[in-house]
T-cell receptor
Framework: GAVVSQHPSRVICKSGTSVKIECRSL??????MFWYRQFPKKSLMLMAT?????????EQGVEKDKFLINHASLTLSTLTVTSAHPEDSSFYIC??????????????FGNGTRLTVT | GENVEQHPSTLSVQEGDSAVIKCTYS??????FPWYKQELGKRPQLIID?????GEKKDQRIAVTLNKTAKHFSLHITETQPEDSAVYFC??????????????FGSGTRLQVQP
């Protein structure tokens, strides 16, 4: 079945540094990928929609200059958390759908990245 | 935008009993309703989904019902087992090309099945 690979699974960084998270669709192409954020024992909150070859669409309240998204190819989207602060510590998870399947394709999630900013 | 509400937040049942989780949505244009199971520290896994042209769907011990008029949908798990213990999320999205539509998630239900 469709697989979404996300890397790294865990990262610890110091305040002020930047962290890049990669999301790859391994056996399908996705013109659109979605980035979610999940706090402990909370729901998944959509941060942004990553669009291949164009700018990402950010949800209200999400700083586009802080959470840089690049969707360089049909199988790769990256999220860079710039100048990270402790309050950015969270579980970040990407998801994608096979574009060929469209309506009939379920949304597949990566394994997530647990970011801890010290 | 879409708003999805989910109840209850926690649910404890005895092994073998049934569990029901309910969700309501606000956008009448929503037409796709999946349910995900998430174990601690892991990715959400799709367990069942339903589209707005169907009122009920069943897959072994899991079933989902949809009432478009009332804008609510429910997950039913029968003959629960300890391995069913997890957090369950409902979600909704709309649009003909749902490949480009993100899901809006409910707040989650922590299900505990007591052996």
């Amino acid at each position: 079945g469709a697989v979404v690979s996300q890397h790294p699974s865990r990262v610890i960084c110091k305040s002020g540094t930047s962290v890049k998270i990669e999301c790859r669709s391994l056996d399908f192409q996705a013109t659109t990928m979605f980035w979610y954020r999940q706090f402990p024992k909370k729901s998944l909150m959509l941060m942004a929609t990553s669009n291949e070859g164009s700018k990402a669409t950010y949800e209200q309240g999400v700083e586009k200059d802080k959470f840089l998204i690049n969707h360089a190819s049909l199988t790769l989207s990256t999220l860079t958390v710039t100048s990270a602060h402790p309050e950015d510590s969270s579980f970040y998870i990407c998801s994608a759908r096979d574009q060929i399947g469209g309506v009939a394709s379920p949304l597949h999630f990566g394994n997530g990245t647990r970011l801890t900013v010290t | 935008g879409e708003n999805v509400e989910q109840h209850p937040s926690t649910l404890s049942v005895q092994e073998g009993d049934s569990a029901v989780i309910k969700c309501t949505y606000s956008d009448s244009a929503s037409n796709y309703f999946p349910w995900y199971k998430q174990e601690l520290g892991k990715r959400p896994q799709l367990i069942i989904d339903i589209r707005s042209n169907v009122g009920e769907k069943k897959d072994q011990r899991i079933a989902v019902t949809l009432n478009k008029t009332a804008k609510h949908f429910s997950l039913h798990i029968t003959e629960t087992q300890p391995e069913d213990s997890a957090v369950y999320f409902c979600a909704a999205s709309r649009g003909r090309d749902t490949g480009r539509r993100a899901l809006t998630f409910g707040s989650g239900t922590r299900l505990q099945v007591q052996p």
